[in-house]
């Protein structure tokens, strides 16, 4: 079963940082690429960050660019996300999510649990 | 930079009816790249349709896609308890990687 599991969100001072983790399991986690979506508290869903299954290609939206950072570690199957410079309009519920591909379509079939980043003083 | 507008906003409606939504986009956008899905309260959104028309795994067949180029549908030809919640259409590209619409809430009348 495919699984993946966030960590790392909290309670943080504007200008502050966090480092958000995704822990993946139940598939071959360097086969595919991932992405981070956030969900502001009531709102619709907004793309933050993807990255290839090599790491090699890496993009960002941009209202985060510049100040996260998205990596892997296949050897760990996980995924992360550095956010510094943390602003209130990056709270949101935090998901990471696989990419899936059939037949020359793109979509986000796995998603996490999420995990809540609050940004306030 | 391609922005999606669904609507309607909110669509109230009972059990046993039919539920349309669309998506409509401000440009050209390939089946291939035009997903929907669904998210309760919650919850983490569920990929429902990909490539527009294409029902992802274990998804009910009362769920269909459909539409191209800058219209797009999504159908549930009898609502069950469990399918009122948010929906979500998504378009992939260049930059950004993935856009989404604003989402439809489906509510029960």
């Known amino acids: 079963e495919v699984q993946l599991l966030e960590s790392g969100g909290g309670l943080v001072q504007p200008g502050g940082s966090l480092r958000l983790s995704c822990a993946a399991s139940?598939?071959?986690?360097?086969?595919?690429?991932m992405t981070w979506v956030r969900q502001a508290p009531g709102k619709g869903l907004e793309w933050v960050s993807s990255?290839?299954?090599?790491?090699?290609?890496?993009y960002y939206a941009d209202p985060v660019k510049g100040r996260f950072t998205i990596s892997r570690d296949n050897s760990q199957n996980t995924l992360h996300l550095q956010m510094n410079s943390l602003r209130a309009e990056d709270t949101a519920i935090y998901y990471c999510?696989?990419?899936?591909?059939?037949?020359?379509?793109?979509?986000?079939?796995?998603w996490g649990q999420g995990t809540l980043v609050i940004v306030s003083s | 930079e391609i922005v999606l507008t669904q609507s309607p906003g909110t669509l109230s409606l009972s059990p046993g009816e039919r539920a349309t939504l669309s998506c409509r986009a401000s440009?050209?956008?390939?089946?291939?790249?035009l997903a929907w899905y669904q998210q309760k309260p919650g919850q983490a959104p569920r990929l429902l349709i990909y490539g527009a028309s294409s029902r992802a795994t274990g998804i009910p067949d009362r769920f269909s896609g459909s539409g191209s180029e800058t219209e797009f549908t999504l159908t549930i030809s009898e609502l069950e308890p469990e399918d009122f919640a948010v929906y979500y259409c998504q378009q992939y590209g260049t930059s950004p990687r993935f856009t989404f619409g604003q989402g439809t809430k489906l509510e029960i009348k």
């Open positions: 440009q050209y956008v390939s089946r291939s790249f």
């Open positions: 990255i290839s299954g090599n790491a090699a290609d890496i």
């Open positions: 139940g598939f071959t986690f360097n086969k595919y690429a």
């Open positions: 999510a696989k990419y899936y591909y059939a037949s020359g379509s793109y979509s986000l079939d796995c």
